[in-house]
């Protein structure tokens, strides 16, 4: 009966296998099918108590994402973090300023011809900070120049000749209140703007001089709105209406705020690698992974032999497996990470030889290999539990603490999953389909003296 | 059987690698990098002109600087400065030093290093805090003589044997060779922290199963049985891992030289203390209570004699 069971699930064992493998593989294959499925997008549905997961329409293409994402370290430029000095801005609105002030800095940086720049903020310990990753960056200072700078918003009146905008004594220091508000009666979104006394005056006189012409508003010295201006506005309220989404109208808010809130910042961490050194530490971890993979799989096959054979296939399925979820994550390789996939081969390789172990030391006090290697497989389980639950815990530590090291915890923690899946499903798929024939039953094929006389 | 035999030796070279380490780890402590310390680094690849640097960095108005060699250039080390002077330094040694070429700017603000600090200790306790409720899990149950708290102590030995002598190698390496440990390297001792305790777990796991079984004469044999049992499986893992490790070591890139490094040796010494230390110890310990035992014995003869 245990083994009809066993046979059974087997099978189911090896149908998984071979799908896995199919999916993996075009996912791998950098000229294969191009596999388009709908983009997991998880979307935080408030008032139910559940997380909905939701497609926003946009498809993976693995065609275009083939290659693997490399960290900084890797494939050269700049990571700069900077600290955010909020003193000048209210407590309750200093979330809103950071995000204002990352659409800024965003806006610099496209502007410097970055491709695909990285930035995000974050606080810290207190600190509010804004960290900028820039790849393949020659000039970090400059660019540092350039997002150092604090914002600068100020609006602009025609001048005379009609053709251009001249200054105004009206900035982005005169400004209380940049929001965006819905018209109650058509339900479209509009800007509203509110001055203090002095902006106030400033801007009466402005829209005084300026009705039925354009008023340029410019952050950082580009024009980022142009409003007409229908009538003189006193008292310092005004609205900006036209035919915005109510994503420009946000936007438009963002910059307006970001442009009234005096928020210098200060590098506080920059490092920058040149490409070169990157590009070479990639040869040489790859002339490092090919010479470890040979001398594991020799080690595993002259010492376990037949079980060695299947630990080696199965190390083939772990590295199609990892290159796959590599991609399908897009996670980014560093140095640290290229280290953890390579010492988690060694660990997923302790794997197979505990089970490995176990089956000859079965088959050592008599038992069939058949018997054996279910044994082995069930009773090598405890042990390889324990030591991959710590490691996991370990690695989610390492995660959690973030910085440089983040990239190694990751990729070992996918690596011991990955080794599990690819043991406990490949080699053990392997191993039971030869289990019952009679050529398994040779001592030679596992390096083993058997006792003799039993099932 | 030799191995538990000759178990004082095992104890003895042991303490011949400790004690150097930690007469130097409490004497100097370790060398911390920028990570930690704070500060900017430069890293020039191209020339090995020490001195040619240190002309070219005083004239460009820096001071209290440090220079050291690398395997491929050069390495320049001081408090932050400020962009504009770091500017100036890679045009002029690029321009100055044949072959020169700045390849690694690491620049770590007191907020950020404090933070780095901070965290590392944070993760270390949570680490070992983690490892002794695992172990307490593992060893509810032991027959005996022995009981589960002399088998979580030992592991726990077994662990801090490990921790010392990377901690002392390190802190030798950084007093003569200038080595610095950065967070790579307290990545590699977590690692190492795990990989330890499970090799000891694996054996002493082993050791409770034949003490159940109870068919050993006695305590020694029980548990140098099951080492033997073991062995195989011990080495092979370890050796495994450390293959990858020396490859790495000798063909993976400059910046995780030491973090392998560390890596190599705590792992070795995981392997040697699994077998030859925290097992014998057990053995070790069980003689001392039965001594105890026969000495408390005759002490409380006379007393009975008396009444």
């Known amino acids: 009966m245990?083994?009809?069971?066993?046979?059974?699930?087997?099978w189911i064992r090896v149908i998984l296998l071979v799908l896995f493998i199919v999916f993996a593989w075009g996912v791998d294959w950098p000229k294969g099918i191009d596999i388009k499925v709908p983009k997991p997008k998880i979307t935080f549905e408030k008032k139910a108590p559940f997380v909905f997961f939701a497609t926003d329409g946009n498809l993976i293409d693995y065609k275009k994402d083939i290659n693997i994402n490399q960290g900084l370290d890797l494939q050269g430029g700049s990571h700069l973090v900077y600290s955010v000095d909020m003193s000048g801005v209210a407590e309750d609105q200093r979330n809103d300023a950071l995000a204002?002030?990352?659409?800024?800095?965003?806006?610099?940086?496209?502007a410097f011809g970055v491709s695909e720049p990285t930035i995000y903020t974050g606080k810290s310990g207190g600190e509010y900070?804004?960290?900028?990753?820039?790849?393949?960056?020659?000039?970090?200072?400059?660019?540092?120049?350039?997002i150092g700078k604090t914002a600068k918003l100020d609006f602009r009146e025609m001048d005379a000749t009609g053709q251009d905008f001249q200054k105004t004594d009206l900035t982005g220091s005169d400004l209380v209140r940049a929001t965006v508000a819905f018209d109650p009666n058509t339900n479209k979104p509009y800007i509203s703007i509110e001055f203090n006394a002095d902006g106030a005056k400033?801007?009466?006189?402005?829209?005084t001089r300026n009705v039925g012409k354009p008023v340029g508003i410019y952050l950082d010295d580009n024009l980022i709105s142009y409003p007409n201006v229908n009538q003189a506005i006193s008292g310092g309220k005004a609205q900006i209406t036209g035919e915005f989404t109510y994503t420009e109208a946000k936007n438009l808010a963002i910059q307006l705020d970001a442009g009234r809130l005096p928020m210098p910042i200060t590098n506080i961490e920059r490092r920058t690698v040149e490409a070169s050194l990157g590009q070479d530490s990639i040869h040489k971890s790859v002339v490092a992974a090919v010479i470890g993979i040979i001398v594991v799989c020799v080690f595993m096959i002259s010492y376990y032999r037949l079980l060695g054979v299947f630990s080696t296939l199965g190390l083939g399925l772990y590295m199609i497996f990892m290159l796959a979820l590599v991609k399908l994550f897009g996670i980014t390789l560093t140095m640290g990470g290229i280290a953890g996939l390579i010492l988690s081969i060694g660990m997923s390789m302790e794997t197979d030889v505990l089970i490995f172990e176990r089956i000859r030391e079965e088959m050592r006090n008599g038992r069939a290999f058949a018997h054996a290697a279910i044994l082995g497989f069930s009773r090598a389980w405890t042990s390889i539990r324990d030591s991959n639950a710590v490691s996991l815990i370990i690695c989610a530590l390492l995660i959690w603490a973030g910085g440089t090291i983040r990239g190694f915890a990751i990729v070992l923690a996918l690596g011991i999953v990955v080794g599990l899946t690819t043991t406990f499903l490949g080699t053990k798929a392997l191993i039971l389909l030869i289990a019952n024939r009679k050529f398994a039953e040779h001592n030679w094929l596992y390096n083993v003296e058997r006792e003799k006389g039993d099932k | 059987m030799k191995l538990i035999k000759l178990r004082k030796w095992w104890y003895l070279i042991s303490l011949i690698v400790i004690i150097p380490g930690t007469i130097s780890l409490v004497t100097s402590g370790l060398k911390r990098s920028i990570d930690f310390e704070g500060g900017t680094q430069i890293e020039f690849s191209g020339t090995q002109n020490q001195t040619k640097l240190e002309e070219v960095a005083r004239a460009d108005g820096l001071e209290n600087f440090t220079i050291t060699k690398s395997s491929t250039g050069l390495i320049f080390r001081t408090k932050t400065v400020d962009s504009e002077k770091e500017k100036?330094?890679?045009?002029?040694?690029?321009s100055q030093i044949e072959g020169a070429k700045q390849v690694r700017i690491d620049n770590v603000g007191p907020s950020i290093s404090s933070e780095i600090t901070r965290n590392a200790i944070i993760m270390i306790v949570l680490a070992s805090l983690v490892i002794v409720i695992y172990i307490a899990i593992m060893f509810r149950k032991i027959p005996k003589p022995a009981n589960s708290w002399e088998f979580g102590a030992f592991a726990i030995i077994a662990l801090l044997h490990d921790v010392l002598i990377v901690l002392g190698v390190f802190s030798l390496l950084g007093r003569f060779y200038g080595v610095e440990i950065d967070p790579l390297f307290i990545t590699a001792l977590l690692t190492i922290i795990g990989f330890s305790v499970h090799d000891t777990i694996v054996i002493f796991d082993r050791i409770r199963e034949n003490l159940v079984r109870g068919s050993y004469p006695d305590f020694e044999t029980a548990v140098s049985v099951s080492v033997y049992e073991m062995l195989p499986r011990t080495l092979n893992t370890s050796f495994l891992v450390w293959v990858i490790l020396l490859v790495l070591y000798f063909f993976g890139g400059e910046s995780i030289k030491y973090f392998i490094f560390a890596l190599l040796v705590g792992i070795f010494a995981g392997t040697y203390s699994s077998i030859l230390v925290a097992s014998p110890l057990l053995v070790t310990w069980e003689e001392y209570k039965a001594k105890r035992k026969s000495r408390e014995k005759k002490q409380r003869r006379p007393l009975f004699k008396k009444r």
């Open chain 2, 88 to 94: 100036k330094l890679k045009i002029d040694v690029e």
């Open chain 1, 202 to 207: 400033k801007f009466e006189d402005i829209t």
């Open chain 1, 100 to 110: 204002s002030l990352q659409k800024v800095i965003e806006n610099r940086v496209n």
């Open chain 1, 129 to 146: 900070r804004l960290t900028v990753e820039l790849a393949g960056v020659k000039d970090t200072n400059q660019a540092m120049d350039l």
């Open chain 1, 2 to 10: 245990a083994r009809m069971k066993n046979k059974k699930n087997n």
